[in-house]
């Protein structure tokens, strides 16, 4: 709403998360006045535990590395040249190296 410079409505149409907004079901939470009990402590130790779950995720099994450019055929960078210019399939055959 606000990106759009338009006000939105306070009715949320049925969805999927629709219970979250209990038990008003408007877009707007009303603000209530009870005490926030989470204690440095525990917030510290959620973030600890939060840190060791995102740690023992897999990573991903390809390593990033630049190519040299030195191995990047000329004839291929004129072409790529314009992105709107495709390279045709026999002049793509014809770039194949024979590594025998």
């Not at 990033?64 to 030195?70: A, D, G, L, R």
């Amino acid at each position: 709403g606000v990106l759009l410079d338009q006000k939105l409505s306070e009715e949320i149409p049925y969805n999927e998360y629709y219970e979250y907004y209990g038990p008003d079901f408007n877009l707007h939470i009303t603000p209530s006045n009870m005490e926030n009990h989470n204690t440095k402590k525990y917030i510290e130790d959620t973030k600890i535990e939060l840190f060791e779950c995102l740690s023992s995720l897999p990573k991903p099994s390809v390593q990033i590395k630049q190519v040299p450019h030195s191995t990047v055929d000329s004839k291929v960078e004129e072409k790529e040249g314009d992105p709107d210019v495709r390279i045709s399939q026999a002049d793509a055959d014809k770039m194949v190296q024979d590594d025998r």
